[in-house]
């Protein structure tokens, strides 16, 4: 890899570093695990080199697998264990939650009033269906290459 591939990806990934203030407010809802058995199992990486890999990921749709390691501390499967870990947990749901409640006490929001958006409609950029060909009376006899292939009909 050259360096200033590295130098890109370092800078990608400072600009993508979570804030000491959302830090904050993440990692209570964050479950913590503590080690089952005295010999240990696994050791449990950084939440927040973590996180800060899950954010990155849900931000620019970048796949897991190409998350870059050595720019996060935490490699894309492994950070995607965690996230499928937190949505058991219904930790994004909780925050998306407390989110809501934070935003109405700032703003507020009009909990009587509601909109649902969609459309069931069909493709504007579909590919149309071509119409069938009609057979003749020429397509339904075998041409003299395919009896010599084994493919027509030997009597016509």
Request: charged share 25%; hydrophobic share 35%; aromatic share 10%.
């Amino acid at each position: 890899m050259s360096g200033s591939f590295k130098r890109a990806e370092r800078r990608r990934a400072v600009r993508h570093q979570l804030s000491d203030e959302f830090w904050s407010r993440v990692e209570p809802w964050l479950p913590h695990h503590v080690s089952p058995t005295p010999r240990g199992g696994r050791p449990r990486l950084d939440l927040r080199a973590v996180a800060t890999t899950v954010f990155f990921v849900l931000k620019t749709g970048c796949q897991w697998l190409s998350v870059p390691r050595e720019a996060f501390g935490c490699s894309g499967p492994s950070a995607h264990r965690y996230f499928q870990e937190w949505v058991t947990h219904g930790v994004f749901l909780d925050l998306w939650r407390e989110g809501l409640l934070e935003y109405d006490d700032a703003r507020g929001i009009d909990w009587t009033w509601q909109s649902i958006d969609g459309a069931i409609t069909k493709a504007p950029l579909g590919v149309k269906v071509p119409d069938p060909i009609p057979q003749t009376a020429l397509s339904l006899v075998p041409s003299g290459r395919c009896r010599r292939m084994g493919l027509g009909s030997q009597s016509v």
